[in-house]
């Protein structure tokens, strides 16, 4: 049995928000057959390195066949494109041209959404997010192709990816991002630290490296690999980005 169309939904409009909703409207009016998921509606506001990062976190553990739609859009009704990104795992983007899509577009296909008239009946200078990308992903939901929808562009716009550095035996990254724990997440990965147990420093402070959350006692510093497959820092049962924020350079030193 053919599986029904899948459309994730990606904002910054906050979880009280009406917009989530005339968008889904919009969806099922279309495609009425849509499922439809919130990959999350809580993305800081105009944040779009949160909005990149969340997406590369969690586009893996979708379905191939689902479309993402992307709304962290500070520059709607501006000179900014909307785009569709078809990446080369064939996987489908749709949202605003300003670097959210990031983590895919090497080897990635991208179309501008140059024609309207083909999906959308009329289109608002402030909510492209229900009058633009809403209908374009409900038209390839539909059957519609990618290539339907524009020219195909060569030049989208990328957000500086955060990588760690290796000197010798330091890793040297950066927090790039608090989940809802307020757990640090880090531009450094797994594979970086090469298996090796590391000791962490962060903003004067020593983490201590564990498996899991619970190995740690009630209020110490953890560093940890998350779920992401990135080194976080986390205090147990308590918030490490209030303790230490955000933007802070992180090292790991390797044995």
Known sequence: MA?????????????????????????LTICPEAL???MSNDVQQFDIMAG???????????????????????????????????????????????????????GARVFQLSKPARFAQWVSATFHGRDLFAPAAAWLARGGAAEELGPEIQDPVRVPWPAAEREGQVVSGEVVAADSF?????????????GATP?????????????????GAPGELLALIGSGGRLEIAIREGSAARMIGTGVAVKALLP
């Not at 939904?9 to 979880?15: K, Y």
């Not at 757990?183 to 630290?193: Q, Y």
């Open 3 to 27: 599986s029904p169309p899948l459309i994730t939904l990606l904002t910054d409009f906050g979880a009280g928000s009406g917009y989530p909703a005339q968008m889904k409207g919009v969806i």
């Open 36 to 38: 439809i998921v919130d």
């Open 52 to 106: 990149a990062l969340l997406l590369d976190a969690c586009v893996r553990w979708f379905p191939a066949h689902a479309i993402h739609v992307g709304v962290v859009d500070p520059g709607v009704g501006t000179s900014r494109r909307a785009v569709c990104v078809v990446d080369r795992e064939g996987r489908r983007f749709i949202g605003p041209d300003n670097g959210l899509f990031t983590a895919f577009l090497d």
């Open 182 to 194: 307020g757990n640090l997440v880090t531009s450094i990965r797994e594979a970086d630290l090469g």
């Open 199 to 215: 000791s962490v420093e962060i903003a004067g402070h020593d983490a201590r490296f564990v498996r899991t959350y619970g190995d």
